[in-house]
């Protein structure tokens, strides 16, 4: 097919828009704008051009990664300690990470702080388990995969990505890796 196969006029999106389970999303495009083209094409993505580097597309909801029919069906948890001065170091690291895990095919990726860790009637609760101190927060993150296979591709090229980029540079850590608790999950249940 080609890239511009599924590209249609505006006014042609509207009845489209009107049928059930079908999502429009405004999207503004700064870079590599052909190559995402051609990916909605491949997806079977209708589109409009509304100027060079902005487009209206739609698709079935089928057709999201987190759908339904798509869910994620493999999680990566982290729960880390984090000195509450060195958050905005911490936040621009994981803006970092999102960029790369999202750019090499990760579903989704969330970074969270706490903040209702002591809810009454829970007995071990999250800053008890990650030794927090008195001036730290407690951060859980995931990333999401479509499975363990997947999850194992994604992380190889993440890591390859960052081992190249920051090749003989200082990599210290605004947490404590002594602390930083990490696994795989295999999703039982979903919705």
């Keep these: 097919m080609a890239p511009r196969d599924l590209a249609i006029p505006l006014q042609s999106l509207s009845p489209i828009l009107h049928r059930p389970n079908v999502v429009f999303v405004l999207y503004h495009i ?13 997806k079977r993505i209708y589109y409009s051009t509304l100027t060079t580097h902005t487009l209206i597309f739609c698709y079935t909801l089928n057709t999201i ?11 990566d948890g982290f729960v880390l300690t984090i000195k509450k001065d060195k958050r905005a170091a911490y936040k621009k690291m994981a803006k970092e990470g999102k960029a790369a895990w999202v750019k090499f095919g990760a579903l989704s990726y969330m970074e969270c702080r706490g903040d209702d860790l002591n809810p009454p009637h829970v007995a071990f609760t999250f800053p008890k388990m ?31 990505y960052f081992e190249k980029k920051y090749a003989g540079k200082d990599q210290s850590m605004p947490f404590d890796m002594k602390r930083f608790a990490y696994g795989g999950f295999t999703v039982e249940v979903e919705g």
Aim: no cysteine; hydrophobic share 35%.
């Design 130 to 160: 990650a030794k927090a101190k008195e001036d730290e927060e407690v951060w859980f993150s995931f990333i999401t995969f479509s499975s363990k296979k997947h999850r194992n591709v994604v992380n190889k090229k993440v890591m390859e």
């Design 30 to 42: 700064v870079q590599n704008y052909s190559n995402f083209v051609q990916s909605l094409s491949k």
């Design 65 to 75: 990664p987190n759908s339904k029919n798509n869910m994620a069906k493999y999680v």
